[in-house]
Structure formats: C-alpha cells, structure tokens
C-alpha cells in the first residue's frame, strides 16, 4: 500500500517561512491535497491539487509537488498558524493520509 | 454552503457493531458532485480514511477495514451511513463524515468521538 512520510513537528519563528514535507513514491505523479487542524477541530483544507488555494486561505499558503516530496510552505507564519497539518492523496481508489506535522510559531 | 452532521452513539462494546449516519444539509447528497466519506482518527494520531459512497450506491473502501465495513447513501434522507463490525479498542477515534468534490475533501462534520469499551 502507498504511505506518505511526514516529520512529527516543524519549528519556526513568528514572520518567518515554514516549509512541511510530505515523502512518497514518485509523489510528483500524485495530486497532493493538504489540510490544518487545530485542536478538538475537524481539518481545514488549506491546499488542493498540489497548489491551489480554496476561497479564505491566505496567500501566504502555498504548495509544490516534484519528485519524491510535496511541500507546504507557510511564509510570514503567525501565531494562528499553529496546527497539525496533513498531506493527502489517492492510490489505487484509496484516500491516504500522512501522519501530520505539528508546526509550533515560536 | 453544505453543512455535515455526524450522529450516533458515543460508546460501543467490543465485538459489537459502531454505526453511524452523516446528515448532510445545504445542498442535496444526490448532487452528483460529489462523494461522500468517512475519515477517523485516534488520539493523538493521524487520519484514516475507512471509505466512501456514491450517489449511485457504489463504494471503495480502506483495504485495511474493508471485511468490516459497510458505507450506504439515503438519498431521501440526505444522509449517508457508516457500520463497522466487530469492534475493538483499536477503534475508539473520533468519527469524521466528509465529502469530497474533486478527489480532495473539501467539507466536513465535527467530529463524533465513538469509545469501545464494555
């Protein structure tokens, strides 16, 4: 079955640029989805189709997909931005999800 | 804008069958745009996808889960169902019903938390 490999946590200081990553086998052939999820909250999508934004997603969200990694990238990251975020695809009419990231804003 | 609402009971004991409806309001569940999932997560852990429905009726399911689980659509009632079987403690998770437009899941429920306990 196809796994996706996420670091547990990512650190970054306030107004700087977070980059998450999301490993899987020739992901780059994959559409990668993401999502932010705060505590006790369902998961928000935040990126669809490796680097699009749905309507009320800040600029300041954006994706890329080559190779074997898909990154989310968070520049100028705020307080509000800290979260579990989770990277998704389909392989073989199977949703798969990654294990989240925890971001921390220091 | 749709709305999804999970619904069911909150404990099961093991052995037994968890079962729960999503109720969808805001547009109707026989769209045709969209499919319509359900998506878990334990404590501390990330999601699972266990499967989802078509309007048609027609499902996919985790392979992982697929022996135990039955995912059917009312589309007179604007919902859709989950039955897992044959529970254990690994199945306590909170619940997520979502749908999903464009292979990316773009609305969900609240979440419903399912213990399995005797």
């Known amino acids: 079955s196809y796994e996706l490999t996420q670091a547990l946590s990512v650190s970054v200081a306030l107004g700087q640029t977070a980059r998450i990553t999301c490993g899987g086998n020739?992901?780059?052939?994959?559409?990668v989805h993401w999502y932010q999820q705060k505590p006790g909250q369902a998961p928000v999508l935040v990126i669809y189709?490796?680097?699009n934004r749905p309507s009320g997603i800040p600029e300041r969200f954006s994706g890329s997909n080559s190779g074997n990694t898909a990154t989310l990238t968070i520049s100028r990251a705020q307080a509000g931005d800290e979260a579990d975020y989770s990277c998704q695809v389909w392989d073989s009419s199977t949703a798969v999800f990654g294990g989240g990231t925890k971001l921390t804003v220091l | 804008q749709v709305q999804l609402q999970e619904s069911g009971p909150g404990l099961v004991k093991p052995s037994q069958t968890l079962s729960l409806t999503c109720t969808v309001s805001?547009?109707?569940?026989?769209?045709?745009?969209?499919?319509w999932s359900w998506i878990r997560q334990p404590a501390g852990k990330g999601l699972e996808w266990i499967g989802r429905v078509y309007i048609s009726g027609s499902t996919n399911y985790n392979p992982s889960l697929k022996s135990r689980v039955t995912i059917s659509i009312n589309t007179s009632k604007n919902q859709f169902s989950l039955k897992l079987s044959s529970v254990t403690a690994a199945d306590t998770a909170v619940y997520y019903c979502?749908?999903?437009?464009?292979?990316?899941?773009?609305?969900w429920g609240q979440g419903t938390l399912v213990t399995v306990s005797s």
């Open positions: 020739n992901i780059g052939s994959k559409n």
């Open positions: 979502a749908s999903a437009a464009e292979y990316y899941f773009d609305y």
């Open positions: 805001g547009g109707s569940i026989s769209s045709g745009s969209y499919d």
């Open positions: 189709r490796d680097s």
